[in-house]
């Protein structure tokens, strides 16, 4: 009983960490796009792409954690999230920054349609007892919405190209923690 409420605990924990992330992400990566010099329609194509990679990401993943474990599957996908973070942080290149979104599976949407949703309710609906299952996604779903609500509204201390890039290293931050969770 101990370890279906320590699963339960990590899974909301990476959460409320990754839906903070990808919140924030769905304001920064359009404006830090656009201030690295991207036009409209450039920026457009990789939000698109970035959507795509993550839906078709999400079916990937399913696949993946079949032969090599949820575990395994949710930490390469974590560690997605870091490099892309480090990349959006780090990286002028345009070419490099498009990549970065579509590895990092960001959109102009601030919820998590890659990898994790679909392994994390698999999880989730075993490790609470069939009678709190209701009351468990409720709360994944309660705790995803606001976090990211929190994460959007971060986004806006990022006046200047400089603090969008510390938002980023910190998404790559917490890439690096939802891979350990």
């Known amino acids: 009983m101990a370890r279906i409420a320590r699963d339960f605990a990590l ?3 990476a959460r409320l960490l990754r839906a903070f992330g990808f919140g924030m992400a769905a304001v920064l990566v359009g404006l830090h796009l656009e201030r690295r010099g991207l036009s409209a329609g450039a920026i457009g194509v990789i939000l698109t792409i970035g ?3 993550a839906a078709i990401s999400g079916v990937l993943a399913a696949a993946l954690a079949s032969r ?12 997605l999230m870091t490099i892309a973070g480090a990349d959006l942080a780090l990286a002028t290149s345009p070419i490099l920054l498009g990549i970065a979104a579509v590895t990092g599976m960001l959109g102009a949407a601030s919820v998590d349609l890659g990898p994790f949703a679909s392994i994390e309710q698999a999880a989730l609906a075993e490790s609470v007892e069939p ?3 209701n009351v468990a996604f409720a709360r994944y779903s309660l705790t995803g919405g606001l976090a990211a609500a929190v994460g959007a509204l971060a986004a806006g201390t990022a006046t200047d190209l400089d603090q969008g890039r510390l938002l980023f290293a910190l ?3 917490i890439g690096l923690v939802t891979a350990a969770l």
């Open 11 to 13: 899974i909301l924990a």
């Open 171 to 173: 998404y790559a931050a």
């Open 131 to 133: 009678v709190r299952r």
């Open 51 to 53: 959507l795509l990679s």
């Open 68 to 79: 090599i474990g949820r575990r395994a599957t949710l930490a390469s996908a974590g560690m």
